[in-house]
């Protein structure tokens, strides 16, 4: 028969004391669970005082910021902002190619399309009178230039598909549309004087343009990733880098444009050479030659495209290349830096993600 063991007779207070506690620990973790809940009943916001409140939800988009003088001093230039960018603005499609993005329905930087200027306005620099430029409906503002007599004022109005070079009168206050062909805006953002103000310096959408990639049914390569993780590494951590060879077709063609000289008062076209992937251009002062940096091949899947090589030229009228001012060669060495940025990949965290699938 099985034998029953008894607590011996000296184990009892024991016993009772840790029923004693445990149910107490309990009721006392009820108590608290309870008195959490009325407090975060009772919880409500804070309001700051009346200036604080005043101080945080000022519109500070309407500050005027006195940066952009006219060349003969007399005007300030303000870019008038309606706040924060839309939802809409931010939520259109867009592409990435590495550290590029493109909003591809228009030719240009995303960042035209999210960060435009509602309209412009003049600033009288003796009298802080203000009077506004007229400028289209419907568009966005961005990368305004004064003509170097401050006669004229130079900007890129973006619509929804395209971006187009105004010029204003600061007399009239009136604008003018000066392209016909949408601007490629995607490296060169901005508008260029000529020195004796006639003509505006200028990147198009290539007519013809070559056709646009088409993404292959079968892959023509391998998708390129990197995942180094736990491992030290000389690079920096990318938040966006080419994977495979039909994004370089697509980052050549969206970076490619024509480089063109526009004739102000009569909208005539200069063609400056042949279509390349332009990164900036100057002109001479007597507009007959011009500064040009260019984005070369090869591309690469473990550095941004500010890294890819380039040539910096100098170009006559014809876009004939009269003298190379310098070449730089694609950048993948290893990052050597001891910066704050320069940490990102080094040991004890990661470097560029690349794989093979």
């Known amino acids: 028969m099985p034998t029953i063991k008894r607590m011996p007779k000296a184990m009892f207070p024991i016993a009772i004391l840790l029923i004693v506690t445990s149910t107490a620990t309990a009721q006392d973790n009820v108590g608290s669970i309870d008195a959490a809940k009325e407090l975060l009943a009772k919880e409500s916001y804070v309001k700051p005082p009346e200036a604080i409140q005043r101080l945080v939800t000022a519109p500070r988009h309407l500050s005027v910021s006195l940066t952009q003088p006219s060349p003969d001093r007399r005007h300030f230039l303000k870019e008038q902002s309606e706040g924060l960018p839309s939802v809409k603005a931010f939520g259109k499609p867009h592409l990435y190619f590495g550290g590029l993005q493109v909003d591809p329905a228009a030719n240009r930087?995303?960042?035209?399309?999210?960060?435009g200027a509602a309209g412009l306005?003049?600033?009288?620099?003796t009298t802080g009178a203000s009077t506004t430029i007229e400028t289209p409906k419907g568009a966005t503002i961005s990368g305004s230039s004064w003509s170097p007599d401050g006669k004229q004022l130079a900007y890129i109005a973006n619509f929804e598909t395209a971006s187009h070079v105004f010029v204003a009168d600061i007399a009239t206050k009136k604008s003018v549309q000066v392209t016909k062909t949408p601007l490629l805006a995607t490296l060169v953002t901005t508008v260029d004087w000529t020195t004796d103000g006639s003509k505006v310096i200028v990147v198009l959408v290539p007519e013809p343009r070559a056709p646009q990639p088409v993404k292959p049914a079968?892959?023509?390569?391998?998708?390129v990733r990197l995942w180094t993780e736990g491992k030290a590494s000389p690079q920096r951590t990318f938040w966006s880098?080419?994977?495979?060879?039909?994004?370089k077709e697509q980052l050549e063609w969206y970076a490619t444009g024509q480089l063109a000289v526009i004739n102000v008062k009569t909208k005539a076209?200069?063609?400056?050479?042949?279509?390349?992937m332009i990164m900036s251009a100057d002109a001479s002062p007597d507009g007959q030659y011009f500064r040009v940096t260019t984005m070369?091949?090869?591309f690469s899947y473990i550095v941004q495209y500010t890294a890819f090589g380039a040539n910096e030229e100098l170009w006559d009228a014809n876009g004939k290349v009269i003298a190379s001012i310098n070449k730089r060669a694609l950048r993948e060495a290893p990052d050597t830096g001891d910066g704050d940025n320069a940490g990102f990949g080094r040991a004890g965290g990661e470097g560029p993600r690349r794989g093979l699938s």
């Open 296 to 298: 070369q091949k090869p």
């Open 241 to 247: 880098l080419l994977e495979e060879p039909y994004e």
């Open 109 to 115: 930087s995303r960042a035209l399309t999210t960060r």
């Open 269 to 276: 076209v200069t063609k400056i050479g042949t279509p390349a």
């Open 218 to 223: 079968v892959a023509t390569g391998p998708q």
């Open 121 to 125: 306005s003049l600033i009288d620099a």
